[in-house]
C-alpha cells in the first residue's frame, strides 16, 4: 500500500490519494470522491470533462488527502527536463552565433580599402584625361565653325544668325562629336541646287578645321517652300525633297 497518482474529476488538477482509503480529498478544490477513481482518470484522462465546481472544504475531523502532491521520481524527471531544455537552447544559441556576422567581420582591412579607394581615383583620372581633350577638340571645332559660318551662306541665302532667348542662333544649328549634322533655316526659295551649293560650302569650311577619318556629313535645310536634306553618306550628294 502506497500514496499513488491520480487526477481529480472536478478541476482535473494532479493529486495524491491513498489507495488504502475508499475516498480521496482534492486540496484545490476540496472535492471528495472515490479513489478507485482518481486512480481511473489517471490512466485514461482522454475525453474527460471536469466542471470545476466549488466545494466546501470538509468540517470532519479526517481529511482525505496527503499533502505531497508530488512524487520524487516527477520531481527529479522535471528537473532533468528543465536541464536539458536549457542545455538544448544554450547549444542552439551558440551555434547560431557561430555563423552570425557582426559589423566588425565584414569590415574591410585598411589596405584593401586604400588600394580599391587609390583605383576610383585613378580611373576617375583617367577618365577626365580622356574626355577632356575630346571635349575642347569638339568646343573648338564647333567655335570656328561658328565663326565662318557666314561663308556657307553668303551670296546665296539669307540666315539670320542672332540669338534666341535661349542663346541660341536662331538661324542655324550646328550638332554632333565631329560637327557632322548641320541645319539651315532661311525664309528664301530654295531649290535643289542651292542646297547642294550650302552643303559643298559647309564640307569645305569644316574641313579646314577637322581632318578625321568621319567625313559624313548631313545638312537640312529649312526653307519657304521645302525641306532638304542633304549628305555625302553614299559618296556623293543626295537630294532628298519634302
Known sequence: MANLQGICRNCGSLMIVDDRDSECE???CNCVFPTSEALELLANPDGREFPNEKFDRTTEGKHHYTNRVYSTDSLEKTVKRQELTEANSSSTSSSNNEFELSPNDVKAPGKVVAIVSASI?????????IAFPRYNERTKLRENISNGISSVYDGLVDVDSSLNDQGFTKGYMIS???????KLITDDEV??????ALFDNYCTLRSSFYS????????????SGNVFIVSNE????????N
Open 191 to 196: 531649290d535643289s541646287e542651292t542646297a547642294i
Open 176 to 182: 554632333g562629336q565631329t560637327c557632322e549634322t548641320v
Open 212 to 223: 578625321g577619318k568621319n567625313s559624313e556629313v548631313t545638312m537640312t535645310v529649312y526653307s
Open 26 to 28: 482534492c486540496i484545490f
Open 121 to 129: 581615383v585613378a580611373l576617375v583620372v583617367v577618365s577626365a584625361l
Open 234 to 241: 553614299s559618296g556623293s550628294a543626295e537630294i532628298v525633297t
